[in-house]
C-alpha cells in the first residue's frame, strides 16, 4: 500500500484492478475519545466546551466495536493494516495506545490547541485531511458518538473524500473489493454494498471489543505513533469565511430529585393506579 | 420571492409514503419563516406526497422524481437537496435527526459549505438569525447554537416539536437536477419495519412503558406490552433487554438509543443506569417498579416502588380497569 497525499477522490484510485496483484488492505479506524457515560459528564458553561478535566476519559464503546471489526478481517487476512486515526489533545495517547495494544498497526494522532471546540465541519476537514495523507482501501467509524450525539462526521469525510458511504451498520462483511452490510433505519432494513475505497459506520450491535493480552500490551509499545498538528495537514482553522456552527447559550438544568418511594405490601399497584389517577396521567 | 424562506426536507418510504417527522419540520419551519419543503421520490410517486406535505404547512413544494432512488444510496438524495438550495435559497435547512436524515445533512452541509447542527429540540430567531437549541448530556445542560455565516442546517430530534403549521393549498414545482456522479452505495434489498399500528411511536409519545432485564424473558416481557396498552402508551425497554433479545434494538431508550420527553415514563425491572436515565430523565413524571431498594432509578422517580413488577403490575392494570368501568 502505497501512501496517498492527494484529498480530492483520495484512497486507491482504479482499486480493484490495482488488487488484483497486491492482496493488502488498508482500513483506517476512527476512534473518539469521549468523557466516561458512567460519569457526571460536565459542560463548560462559559464556553459549550466539553469539560475534560470533570469525568475520565476513554475511547467511546461503539468505536471500539469498528476497531474490533477491523481487527477481526485482519485475523484471517494477513496482509491488512489496521491504522487507527483520531483528533484529540495529547493526553488521548493512552487511550490509543490500548488499541495498538488490541491489534492497531500504527496510529495517526492529529492533537492542536486550536481544534478544541471544533464544530462537526472542522472535525471532518481535519480527520479527512489526516486519512487521505495516511492512504486507506475502508474506513471504519461508529455510527454516533456519546458525547456529540452527531452521528454526522463519517458521512461528512466520506462527502469530503468523494467516496461512498454505508452507515448505520449492524452486521458488515468486508471482502477484498467491497462492503457489504444491513443499515437498519427507522422505516426498516436495507442491504448495501460499496466498492472500496469506501466508508462504512457500525452500530453497537458489532461484536464488543476484545481485551488486550500482556502480548499486545508489549508489542504496541514498539508499534509507529505518529502525532500531527494542523499545519502538517495543511488545514486552516482562522478562516473567518468558513461556515461554523458556534454554541451561543449554555444552561444546566436542575438535576431531578426522589419523590415518593414506597415498599410493596400487597397494595403498592392499588397505591400507583391511585397516584396516576390523582395526577391526571390515565 | 417569499420572505425568509426555510427548506424542510421530507422524507418519504421507498413506496412514497410522507415520514411521520414532516409534520414537526413543518411546525419548527413555519415558526422561524416560509416553509418549503423537498420531496424525492421514485417515478410516479411525488404528487401524493406533494399534496400530503401541502397539508402538513409547506407553503411551496418542491419535488423531484428520480429512478436511482431505488438502488443508489444517498447520492440522488444529495443532490436534490443541493439543487433545491440553489432555488429557495433558504435561510435554514432542516431535516429530521433520523439516521437517513443525518447522512443527507451530512453531505449536504459538505457540500454546501454550510455549518450543520445536529438533534435540535427547538428552533428560534434572534437578530442575527436562526438559532437551535439542544438538550445535551442526557438533558443535563440545555445548548443553543447558531452559525457564523451563510444558511444554517440543522436535523431536528424525532417527535420532539409539537407546533403544527396551517394547512395550506398545494403549490407544486418540479425541479430539474443535474446528477453529480458521486460515487455511492447500492440498496440491494430493504425490508420494511412493520410498525404496530395499534400502538403509538416511542418518539414524541406521550406516555411510555418500558421494561429491562428484570423481566426476565421475551414472553414475560408481554407484561410491558399489556399495561402499555392499558395505558395507550408506547413500549420501550433498556439496552440489557434489547441485548437479551427481548425487543427489537428500535425500542431502546437511553444515551445510544431513543430519547423520549413524555408526560408520564414508567420504568419496570430498570435499574436506571446512568446511560438509560440519559433517554428519559426529562419525562415529566417517572414511575419506576424495581425490586431492589437501592436501584439508582429510584433517585429519579416521582413515584417508586420497590416490589416485584409480576405482582405489582397486574394488580394496577386490573385496578385500573376497574376504576374504567
Ligand atoms: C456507551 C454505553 C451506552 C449505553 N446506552 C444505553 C442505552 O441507550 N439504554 C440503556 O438502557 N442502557 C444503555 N447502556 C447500558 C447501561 O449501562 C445498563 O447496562 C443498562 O441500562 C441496564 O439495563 P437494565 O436496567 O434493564 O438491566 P440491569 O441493570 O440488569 O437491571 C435490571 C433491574 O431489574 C430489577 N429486577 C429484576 N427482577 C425484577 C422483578 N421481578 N421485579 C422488579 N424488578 C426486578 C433488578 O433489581 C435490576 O435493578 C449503555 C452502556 C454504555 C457503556
Ligand atoms: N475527533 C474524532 N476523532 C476520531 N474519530 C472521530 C472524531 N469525531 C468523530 N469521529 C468518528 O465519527 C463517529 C461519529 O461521530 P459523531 O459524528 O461525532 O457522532 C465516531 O464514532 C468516530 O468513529
Known sequence: MVNQSVLAGAGRHGGSIYRQWCGDMKIVVLLKEVPDTYGDRKLDLDSGIADRAASDALTDEVDERALELAITYADSHSDTEVVVVTMAPASAAVSMRKALAIGGTSVVHVADDRLAGADTGLTAEVLSAAVARAGYDLIIAGNVSTDGYGGVVPAMMAERLGIPQATNLEAVQIYPDHVEGKRATETGLYTVSAPLPALISVTEKLPEVRFAGFKGIMAAKKKPYESLSLDDLGVVVDDETAARSIVVAVAERPARTAGVIVVDEGTAGEQLADFLIQNRLV | ?325
Open chain 2, 1 to 325: 420571492m417569499s420572505q425568509n424562506p426555510i427548506l424542510v426536507f421530507v422524507e418519504t418510504t421507498p413506496d412514497g409514503t410522507v415520514a411521520k417527522s414532516a409534520a414537526g419540520l413543518l411546525g419548527a419551519a413555519a415558526a422561524i419563516g416560509e416553509p418549503t419543503a423537498l420531496i424525492v421520490t421514485a417515478p410516479g410517486l411525488s404528487a401524493a406526497a406533494a399534496s400530503a406535505v401541502a397539508q402538513l404547512g409547506a407553503m411551496r413544494v418542491l419535488t423531484v422524481e428520480d429512478l436511482r432512488l431505488t438502488d443508489t444510496f444517498i447520492a440522488p438524495l444529495v443532490d436534490a437537496l443541493a439543487a433545491a438550495f440553489e432555488n429557495v435559497e433558504p435561510d435554514a435547512v432542516l431535516l429530521s435527526n433520523s439516521v437517513d436524515g443525518r447522512d443527507l445533512a451530512a453531505r449536504f452541509a459538505v457540500r454546501a459549505g454550510l455549518a450543520l447542527a445536529v438533534d435540535a429540540v427547538a428552533l428560534s430567531r434572534d437578530e442575527e438569525g436562526v438559532v437551535a437549541s439542544h438538550s445535551v448530556y442526557g438533558g443535563a445542560y440545555n445548548v443553543d447554537s447558531a452559525v457564523t455565516s451563510g444558511a444554517f442546517v440543522v436535523t431536528v430530534r424525532q417527535g420532539a416539536i409539537d407546533a403544527r403549521a396551517e394547512a395550506q393549498e398545494p403549490v407544486v414545482e418540479s425541479l430539474t437536477v443535474a446528477p453529480s456522479n458521486t460515487p455511492a452505495a447500492t440498496i440491494t434489498d430493504f425490508e420494511p419495519l412493520i410498525s404496530n399500528a395499534t400502538r403509538p411511536d416511542l418518539r414524541g409519545a406521550a406516555k411510555v412503558v418500558s421494561g429491562g432485564r428484570g423481566l426476565q424473558s421475551a414472553e414475560k416481557f408481554v407484561l410491558v406490552e399489556e399495561l402499555a396498552d392499558s395505558l395507550g402508551a408506547a413500549v420501550g425497554a433498556s439496552r440489557a433487554a434489547v441485548d437479551a433479545g427481548y425487543v427489537p434494538q428500535s425500542y431502546q431508550v437511553g444515551q445510544t438509543g431513543v430519547s423520549v420527553s413524555p408526560q408520564l415514563y414508567i420504568a419496570l425491572g430498570i435499574s436506571g443506569a446512568i446511560q438509560h436515565r440519559a433517554g428519559m430523565q426529562t419525562a415529566k413524571t417517572i414511575v419506576a417498579i424495581n425490586k431492589d431498594a437501592d436501584a439508582p432509578i429510584f433517585q429519579i422517580a416521582d413515584f417508586g416502588i420497590v416490589g416485584d413488577v409480576f405482582s405489582v403490575v397486574p394488580q394496577l392494570i386490573s385496578s385500573l380497569e376497574s376504576r374504567k368501568a
